[in-house]
């Protein structure tokens, strides 16, 4: 992702987001159980990078199993600066797939953010390290209590959403949407402009205009808006 391109996404809420795709015909877009873990955490923008956890096996999910070449270590030293990690954890909430270690590292790497539907562990740790985190709570278990991580960059299931590695990812107070790759430019063009519009919106609505007629707009709000938008153009 570029640099334009992830600003103007940094200034593009969820909400926002969602509404553009489903007037696209995409209606799964958010990813269920993936909630900001710190008050005020900023909004990040980002590719997809992919992590796939699958039900725990014996023989597999070990310690040992932790300095495996397929491991959650090695898929952290291939991620790039800016990527948004994004972990499939099945929605399993009774073992943590990252713990403070593995979120300093990531950190360091200058990661943008882990996802997932899953939980971490050490969580005051994994905070203090300042890697943006959205996921669905806390627990004290390892991952391999409950998982058996499989591989990294190749298509997942996360919050019930499906997501390909180099899928956009944009993550806010309101949880975290993807892209489809082939559609990020027209939808960042649209979604920038319906952010403008919502401006414009809601400083009519503190003017006292109405609703009807004003959200969503008819005829006439369309002019107004067409004259004050090419009045205003940027």
Do not use: H
């Not at 390290?129 to 391999?144: E, K, Q």
């Not at 991580?149 to 944009?170: L, M």
């Amino acid at each position: 992702m570029d640099a334009q391109t992830r600003k103007i996404l940094e200034g593009i809420s969820t909400a926002t987001l969602t509404t553009v795709l489903l007037k696209k015909g995409l209606r799964n877009v958010w990813l269920r159980g993936a909630f900001p873990k710190q008050p005020g955490q900023k909004r990040v923008a980002g590719i997809a990078f992919t992590l796939r956890f699958v039900p725990a096996r014996e023989d597999l999910a070990t310690p040992a199993s932790w300095a495996s070449p397929i491991s959650t270590r090695a898929a952290i030293e291939a991620m790039e600066e800016g990527v948004i990690a994004v972990a499939d954890a099945m929605g399993v909430t009774d073992a943590g797939i990252f713990g403070d270690i593995l979120c300093a590292r990531m950190a360091k790497r200058k990661v943008g953010a882990l996802i997932t539907d899953g939980v971490m562990r050490d969580m005051e740790g994994v905070l203090a390290t300042g890697l943006p985190v959205w996921c669905a709570g806390a627990a004290a278990p390892a991952s391999v209590a409950s998982l058996t991580f499989v591989n990294w960059q190749e298509p997942i299931a996360c919050g019930g959403v499906a997501i390909f590695p180099g899928d956009a990812i944009v993550a806010d107070g309101d949880g975290a949407v993807v892209i489809p790759q082939a559609m990020l430019a027209n939808v960042v063009e649209e979604a920038a402009e319906q952010e403008i519009q919502e401006g414009w919106i809601i400083n009519e609505v503190q003017r006292g205009v109405p609703l009807p007629g004003l959200y969503p707009p008819n005829e006439e709000t369309k002019a107004r808006y067409a004259a004050w938008r090419k009045e205003n153009k940027t």
